[in-house]
């Protein structure tokens, strides 16, 4: 167990609706990250908050936001659901700052099928 | 653009094979490279390397790195069953001048290890 929480471990929506994934880091952490895996793909980086603020932003859809609140969780929010938003979200925490504080721990995922 | 490529895509061996896994990348501000295993679901941490030619270890399995060739290495001795997984790649590039970056991933090794 990574100590990193994700909820819900699925779902399953239609096209044109919007979801929230949420993501606890484990104790202690201050940055969050979001990733996206698809079969074609593999694990892409979407956005990283630290403390609550926005660090970096990769591939991230206009479409997509996400923001990290005062305790530290973080929410995905995906909206106007397309058929190729289909994936496994995943969480991911780290200390911060500094050589060798980066190593990431990932949460279990969250899959998400949009029918 | 960033990029990591692993190699090979995919690997069948006999139980107490050994097996050798590449990482190459090409990445702006290189800070680190870390090896994750993928099971399941959760990419779980193996290793981080930051300096060249120093060797990690743990247990059955070691690593090292090259950053005058831009590529590292990921030994597993005497495999096992429960070494069957996919082994992921990926780059931490530094951003900010100098606070931590996200992670470029590579698309991953499976490795089937038969009895």
């Known amino acids: 167990d990574s100590g990193v929480t994700q909820t819900p471990k699925h779902l399953i929506t239609a096209t044109g609706q919007r979801v929230t994934l949420r993501c606890s880091p484990r104790s202690g952490d201050l940055s969050v990250y979001w990733y996206q895996q698809s079969l074609d793909q593999g694990l892409q980086f979407l956005i990283q908050y630290y403390n609550g603020e926005e660090r970096a932003k990769g591939n991230i859809l206009e479409r997509f936001s996400a923001q990290q609140f005062p305790d530290l969780h973080s929410e995905l929010n995906l909206s106007s659901l397309e058929l190729g938003d289909s994936a496994l979200y995943f969480c991911a925490s780290s200390e911060g700052a500094g050589a060798g504080r980066n190593i990431q721990y990932f949460g279990a995922g969250t899959r998400l099928s949009v029918l | 653009e960033d990029k990591v490529v692993q190699s090979p895509l995919s690997l069948v061996v006999h139980e107490g094979d050994t097996v050798t896994l590449n990482c190459s990348y090409e990445?702006?501000?290189?800070?680190?490279l870390l090896w994750y295993k993928q099971e399941k679901k959760a990419p779980t941490f193996l290793f981080m390397l930051t300096s060249s030619g120093i060797e990690k270890k743990s247990g059955r399995l070691s690593s090292i790195l090259d950053k005058k060739e831009l590529f590292s290495i990921l030994n597993i001795t005497a495999t096992q069953t429960g070494d069957s997984a996919v082994y992921l790649c990926a780059v931490e590039a530094e951003v900010y001048g100098g606070s931590q970056g996200n992670l470029i991933f590579g698309k991953g090794t499976k490795l089937s290890v038969k009895p």
């Open positions: 990445v702006t501000n290189f800070r680190s």
